[in-house]
């Protein structure tokens, strides 16, 4: 199974399909499941007339990418998943929210990456706060506001610059493998307390125009 997830490297990959030096790959694609998770590698991958088998719904996150393949029976058959051609990446079902906290909790390392483009160093996840409120070791490929964020705001994290594999590889060392509960961010950012935060700043936004509307 073939499984296209960003829109340029579909269409980079899909540009095989009328390469003559690999005019082989094109029979690939007919005698492979393929599975599109957006909009974006949709495109590219009808636009080189490549059958798409499987598409995740709207938002295309990563859950309903594994939900849209679920009922593709690949625990014997291989799974490339692209641009990155590790074999020891384990693809699981869809699972609940519980469950999912479990694996967490069962995780040595959680593990965050946004690819190098300008607007994600405008961006923070919410996945940071998830991860950060576990009190795991944090190991994150981001860049801009988010990197500040996490070396700021969330103690045994490591912050390396997205796609820099040898980066990546070196933060580590910069990582206490051990639980950390991290008590005074949870504090800081839970949703009661930044909820009520911006409550008062519209309401002081509030009295500071209706000061002005009376004085004029």
Not at 75 to 87: K, L, N, P
Not at 191 to 204: F, K, N
Request: glycine content about 6%.
């Amino acid at each position: 199974m073939l499984s296209f997830l960003l829109g340029a490297v579909t269409g980079a990959v899909a540009a095989t399909v009328t390469l003559p030096p690999t005019v082989h790959v094109a029979g690939l694609y007919v005698t492979t499941t393929v599975a599109a998770r957006g909009p974006k590698p949709t495109a590219a991958l009808r636009a080189r007339n490549v059958r798409i088998d499987v598409s995740a719904r709207d938002p295309f996150t990563t859950h309903e990418v594994l939900e849209a393949i679920a009922p593709i029976p690949i625990e014997s058959a291989r799974v490339i998943v692209q641009r990155y051609g590790v074999t020891n990446v384990e693809l699981a079902s869809p699972i609940g929210r519980d469950q999912l906290l479990e694996e967490y909790r069962a995780a040595d390392v959680l593990f965050l990456h946004l690819n190098a483009y300008r607007a994600f160093e405008r961006v923070l996840p919410s996945k940071l706060f998830e991860y950060a409120a576990l009190g795991k070791p944090l190991w994150a490929g981001v860049a801009g506001f988010a990197a500040e964020f996490t070396k700021s705001e969330i103690p045994n994290s490591a912050v390396f610059p997205p796609c820099d594999i040898n980066s990546a590889v070196g933060s580590l060392d910069d990582l206490i493998l051990e639980d950390m509960p991290r008590t005074e961010f949870v504090g800081k950012y839970q949703r009661g307390v930044i909820t009520g935060q911006l409550a008062e700043q519209v309401l002081a936004v509030a009295r500071n125009e209706g000061r002005a509307l009376v004085q004029g």
